[in-house]
T-cell receptor
Framework: TQLLEQSPQFLSIQEGENLTVYCNSS?????LQWYRQEPGEGPVLLVT?????EVKKLKRLTFQFGDARKDSSLHITAAQPGDTGLYLC??????????????FGAGTTVTVRA | EAQVTQNPRYLITVTGKKLTVTCSQN?????MSWYRQDPGLGLRQIYY???????DKGDVPEGYKVSRKEKRNFPLILESPSPNQTSLYFC????????????????FGPGTRLTVL
């Protein structure tokens, strides 16, 4: 089972509409990251949120970290075809050996139709 | 151009035939990592390296080996590939580790799609 559950798994919307992607867990994370991955490429980091309740905005994208640092959401306003891609969330966890690791969700495939 | 390169990009092989996927970064990053991506499972870490000659197991290390003899290179070795290792593999690097801050942004390579028959 995934430590981080993303929903929905697939999302198809018309250009100009808004969308929200959710990332939920029962675990507490030190920080949480959102990535976008396009076909044939590796994931690219969009944002890192660290503080519970934190809200970060990146142009039309708004990222929120839950107060308890167990969940996060990504909201896109007035989506454009260029927003099409696989959105991945990743939570930072502490390893027993003192290192940190990222636990990834399975991703949400977003398609924005022109 | 700052980048992570992987070779080959596509590989079809047969069970038991040893193979190596190369990974190289030109950003002088200390941290490098290998992930596999499977549908419905997301990215899972195979091995990581905090620095030269320092490697550690990730979440799914069985059937894989790595080495870090020099800072820029981090090859992934499959000594005896099996069909359950068919997957999309990503190499990544970052300045010092993962998470914590944007300073530790991981840069991913373009991926290697491996099929083991």
């Amino acid at each position: 089972t995934q430590l981080l559950e993303q929903s929905p798994q697939f999302l198809s919307i018309q250009e100009g509409e808004n969308l929200t992607v959710y990332c939920n867990s029962s675990s507490v994370f030190s920080s949480l990251q959102w990535y976008r991955q396009e076909p044939g490429e590796g994931p690219v980091l969009l944002v890192t949120v660290v503080t519970g309740g934190e809200v970060k905005k990146l142009k039309r994208l708004t990222f929120q970290f839950g107060d308890a640092r167990k969940d996060s959401s990504l909201h896109i306003t007035a989506a454009q075809p260029g927003d099409t891609g696989l959105y991945l969330c990743a939570g930072e966890l502490y390893r027993a050996n003192g290192d940190y690791k990222l636990s990834f969700g399975a991703g949400t495939t977003v398609t924005v139709r022109a | 151009e700052a980048q992570v390169t992987q070779n080959p990009r596509y590989l079809i092989t047969v069970t038991g035939k040893k193979l190596t996927v190369t990974c190289s970064q030109n950003m002088n990053h200390e941290y490098m990592s290998w992930y596999r991506q499977d549908p419905g499972l997301g990215l899972r870490q195979i091995y990581y390296s905090m620095n030269v000659e320092v490697t550690d197991k990730g979440d799914v290390p069985e059937g894989y080996k790595v080495s870090r003899k020099e800072k820029r290179n981090f090859p992934l070795i499959l000594e005896s590939p099996s069909p359950n290792q068919t997957s999309l593999y990503f190499c990544a690097s970052s300045p010092e580790g993962v998470g914590r801050s944007s300073y530790n942004e991981q840069f991913f390579g373009p991926g290697t799609r491996l099929t083991v028959l």
